[in-house]
């Protein structure tokens, strides 16, 4: 039967070295390493953890990802797009500085829960701090994002809204109230991640000292 | 020479599985470690790397740490017990609540800059969330630590100093705001990190709100 391939011999089996027919194979990839790389790190996951995860073979995954960090890659890079997209609109929808400054927390928050593992392992996948394991593109793409806190706040301080004595500083500070909760906040807790994110909105904008 | 034990016959030379004499064994080989860590996260540091950077063998590291996880965690007791010192001291010697927060924030700053390294360990060394790499002790420090923060913030609000609706998410932003700083704040630059949380102190006592 000469006609017939070595490599599809066997219907329904995937053949070593083939990708086997899966629905949007790069986002089920994606979330299934997200998953892993938020547990146990980029460096405690394997290709093939990824690969028995997905159900495939690790040639399967390779076909679609040569390498672990292309997984990473285009993780990240999804992640900020999306992210940028979902709170440019919240803020453009909202009226006046301190209401978009709310809005900016609340969905980047809301955000935050809906992807909790894909941000885990942007923010704390790796260990250590000297890796350089953003691209270009993706420091880019997480300048923009702060760039667009930046300006809120600074309009916001134009429009006398803010007091602000360093529109950095104060990005700064929120994205670090943000970007703090990868670390201790639980997607089973009780208290959604929106809630905190309020919270925190709140406490920023009134600031500890009474108000006379 | 049957008085003589084979294993000092070459005094001055390390025998394989025998410690070199070193001062403060210990402490040099923690502070090398906690560079090493640093840069590379704990997955990516090998013993063998730990005792090249102390110039000795891998079999004298071993005597004094039998795995690298012995390392870490006597890295991070020893951090979360000199901080406790270190900020339980400054803010007791500071007169009220808002200068006792900001005795913590700026004593809490000098201490993560001097043992920067350690810090990014501790905070930043593992990749991933899911694995339980505290022990019991060491939590119990770090709550230790949270406790002296929420108490100092009771305490305010006791006095009427803050106006804090909640005092665990005031802590939180607080410890958010200096936590997050592993991640952005390089010692080589020009504003040390007292600096940014004093910029910090101010921002979340007087709020972004203008006082009228």
């Known amino acids: 039967m000469p006609r017939q391939r070595p490599d599809t011999v066997h219907a329904g089996k995937a053949p070593v070295g083939r990708p086997p027919t899966m629905p949007a194979p790069r986002a089920t990839i994606l979330g299934a390493a997200a998953k892993l790389f938020a547990a146990n790190g980029f460096d405690g996951t394997s290709l093939n953890d ?17 390498t672990k960090k292309d997984i990473f890659d285009e993780m990240v890079v999804d992640l900020l797009e999306r992210q940028y997209l979902a709170v440019g609109a919240a803020i453009t929808a909202a009226p006046e500085p301190d209401e978009k ?11 935050f829960e809906t992807n909790y593992a894909a941000f885990v392992v942007m923010l704390h996948g790796f260990g250590g701090v000297e890796r350089n394991h953003w691209t270009d593109e993706q420091l880019a793409l997480r300048d923009r994002f702060e760039k667009l ?30 970007n703090w909760m990868v670390r201790w906040f639980r997607p089973e807790g009780e208290v959604r991640a929106e809630d905190f994110a309020l919270q925190y909105h709140s406490l920023i904008v009134s600031g500890l000292q009474p108000r006379k």
Not at 50 to 66: E, I, L, R
Not at 101 to 111: D, H, S, V, Y
């Open 50 to 66: 990824v690969a028995q995860a997905v159900g495939v073979t690790k040639a399967a995954v390779y076909h679609y990802f040569p």
């Open 149 to 178: 806190l930046r300006s809120l706040l600074a309009d916001g301080k134009a429009a006398g809204t803010f007091a602000i004595d360093d529109v950095a500083i104060a990005a700064r500070a929120v994205l670090s109230l943000m």
């Open 101 to 111: 400054l709310k809005a900016f927390m609340q969905t980047q928050a809301i955000f």
